[in-house]
């Protein structure tokens, strides 16, 4: 394609880093590489697999990573703990532009919270939209949900799909709450909306170590745009970006911190009302359209860099096109 039509920019997402790679005849033939590292090789394989028998291949991974950094002309990532992640391994801080992961307020747009919280004193309906793994620990709701049976009428209905929903299910069966676990599988991304309203908590369950820690979970604000208070572990990233004030937090892997914190949620309706308002103060700067000029004018910068640097005297410099091409 470079050959045929001169490319200005090629932008490469993760996984894996070293795809970067497949833009070796553009870079040095005076195209821009952007490596777009959406989550952090290593440390996803730790969480996934922490046998000390496989640290030759986290180590295989990190080089990998390393390589694919050093060849990119600019990283892009997802959050400011991943700026300081690549930072910590040597990538340059002018080198990263973090293009923050939040959500579309087309689709999500900003919704008044109802006046009545919870919809109906005979059911509190958690929801928990996304994958449903070992990382997203929905089996902790479930053994809170148990605590609490016959004090608060909790029920979770689960919206997707992953190797962990089998587990889910027959966890709750076990715990003898099966019957307040509602799987609707996938549902179209303009319906989930439609959940979210429907509810009256949003839920994240995922874990807290070192993949955990880095990871921001977009679904807590696309709660929070549809009126929804949120019960979210006290990770590092999270932190970092919604206040203790604006969010119902509990200790990561924590089951009774978690049945808890829905008590006090049960009890405490007004609580539940100031957060949701103070949530409502920083949703405007955590979504797309906060982020979209920002980015527009990233790319302006790395087409303006890659005009000066481009080689004098090469054939495919000869004719530049009017528009840049990614």
């Keep these: 394609m470079h050959l045929r039509s001169r490319l200005d920019v090629v932008h490469i997402h993760n996984m894996p880093d070293i795809l970067v790679m497949a833009a070796l005849v553009p870079r040095f033939t005076g195209a821009r590489v952007i490596l777009d590292v959406h989550d952090p090789m290593p440390e996803l394989f730790m969480s996934w ?40 391994k040597g990538v340059p801080k002018e080198k990263i532009f973090i293009l923050n992961n939040f959500p579309d307020q087309r689709l999500f ?23 449903i793994t070992e990382h997203y620990d929905l089996s902790l709701a479930v053994r809170a949900i148990a605590q609490l049976a016959g ?9 997707g799909e992953g190797n962990k929903v089998q ?21 179209p991304i303009d319906r989930v909306r439609d959940e979210m309203q429907n509810a009256d908590i949003g839920i994240s369950c995922h874990r807290a170590g070192v993949f955990g820690d880095l990871y921001f979970s977009t679904k807590i604000i ?19 970006y919604l206040p203790e004030d604006a969010l119902f937090y509990f200790e990561p892997g924590d089951e009774k911190a978690l049945a808890d914190r829905l ?61 840049p091409r990614f």
């Excluded at 076990?174 to 609707?184: K, P, Q, S, T, Y």
């Design 49 to 88: 697999d922490q046998r000390a028998s496989n640290r030759l291949l986290v180590g295989m991974l990190r080089i990998q990573e390393r390589i694919s950094c050093a060849f990119a002309h600019q990283v892009v990532s997802v959050n400011e703990s991943m700026r300081d992640n690549l930072e910590a």
């Design 109 to 131: 747009p900003l919704r008044d919270p109802s006046e009545v919280w919870p919809r109906s004193r005979d059911a509190l309906v958690l929801l928990y939209c996304g994958t």
């Design 151 to 159: 004090e608060i009428p909790v029920r979770l209905r689960l919206v």
């Design 167 to 187: 587990d889910v299910l027959g966890l709750a069966t076990a715990l003898g709450v099966g019957d307040r676990i509602e799987h609707l599988g996938l549902v």
């Design 222 to 240: 696309e709660y929070l745009t549809q009126g929804l208070p949120v019960l979210a572990p006290r990770t590092k990233t999270i932190g970092k």
């Design 263 to 323: 008590r006090f949620m049960w009890e405490n309706e007004g609580e539940v009302h100031a957060r949701l308002n103070n949530a409502r103060r920083v949703l405007p700067n955590l979504s797309w359209q906060a982020e979209r000029e920002r980015f527009i004018s990233y790319y302006q910068h790395v087409i303006a860099r890659q005009a000066d640097a481009e080689p004098q005297g090469s054939s495919l410099a000869a004719e530049p096109s009017t528009k």
